[in-house]
């Protein structure tokens, strides 16, 4: 079976991918870890996220009834149905927002860099993600809470949940809402601390020691490309020279032949002989 190119190039050039992966391998740790009291931190925590769902009710709007009962009203009075879903809107900005957040810091202590509160309103099915909201206007509010500590997340989540709940209470009474007339909180679910997407660790470290590592294997083909130029040009050479030095030497004269003293010369008759000199004595 025939090894690839690509894998005959990398072999020839071994000792340079094993200096890329050390390379690369001290890339990442600097890139994931920074050194404090002689301790290795990493640059990266890992972020957890819970989420309270709390579904929005009330006396003359039961989710369990075939009918929706209005409220009773005096003759020539207009009473105008309230719309749950969008009030679960208004109520996502309230828990959003400083007042809810300074009630759970009172509990839980000040915030630190890592958390957050946040809430929204659910538009998707129970295992759906308002990451990616979908087409759905629900009663449904999402409380969530985010922090570096999963339990930290959790408590947020839920202590602001409560908080919520008993500031609206505080208002309904501050205003003397009547009983009937009341939006109900009711908590559907109490949710586990999940990781946060894209918040691994782990990601910096794999990202960098890759990404050096591909620059040592395109310096490895670099390499080989400029090493294979060179031999085709010395293979070039080598045949212009072989051609020149096999061609005859043209000088523009007729070649002659040397005539030996006392002999023929090349292309005489058979049987001739160059006269002969008598001297006389």
């Known amino acids: 079976m025939d090894v690839p ?3 005959r190039v990398l072999w020839r050039y071994k000792w340079l991918l094993l200096v890329g992966v050390v390379v690369a391998a001290a890339a990442a740790m600097v890139a994931g870890f920074t050194l404090v009291d002689g301790k290795l931190v990493s640059r990266t925590t890992q972020q957890y996220t819970a989420a309270t769902t709390v579904m929005l009710g009330s006396a003359d709007q039961s989710i369990y009834t075939d009918q929706q009962l209005g409220p009773t009203q005096a003759p020539g009075q207009t009473v105008q149905q309230t719309n749950l879903a969008q009030t679960a809107v208004v109520y996502a900005y309230l828990i959003s927002g400083d007042t809810i957040r300074q009630q759970v810091e009172a509990q839980l202590g000040a ?3 890592d958390d957050k509160l946040t809430a929204v309103s659910r538009t998707t099915q129970p295992a759906g993600s308002e990451q990616f909201p979908g087409k759905y206007t629900l009663p449904m509010i999402d409380i969530v809470g985010q922090s570096d500590d999963a339990g ?7 202590t602001a949940a409560e908080q919520f709940q008993s500031y609206v209470v505080r208002q309904q009474n501050e205003a003397k809402v009547a009983a009937g007339d009341r939006i109900q909180l009711t908590t559907i679910t109490d949710g586990a ?4 997407a894209g918040s691994n660790p782990a ?7 890759v990404g050096v590592l591909l620059v040592f294997v395109a310096l490895a083909f670099v390499l080989y490309n400029i090493a294979l130029s060179r031999e085709r040009t010395r293979a070039r050479r080598a045949r212009a020279a072989r051609a020149s030095g096999s061609a005859p030497e043209l000088t523009g004269e007729p070649a002659t ?7 023929p010369g090349p292309g005489a008759p058979e049987g ?4 002969r000199t008598v001297v006389d004595a």
Request: proline share 14%; charged share 15%; glycine share 12%.
């Open 111 to 113: 915030f630190g860099s």
């Open 193 to 196: 601390a999940k990781a946060a």
């Open 5 to 7: 190119q690509y894998l």
């Open 272 to 275: 001739f002989a160059p006269p």
């Open 152 to 158: 930290r997340a959790e408590k947020i989540s839920r």
């Open 257 to 263: 032949a040397a005539i030996p003293p006392g002999g």
């Open 203 to 209: 990601i910096p470290l794999v990202i960098t020691g």
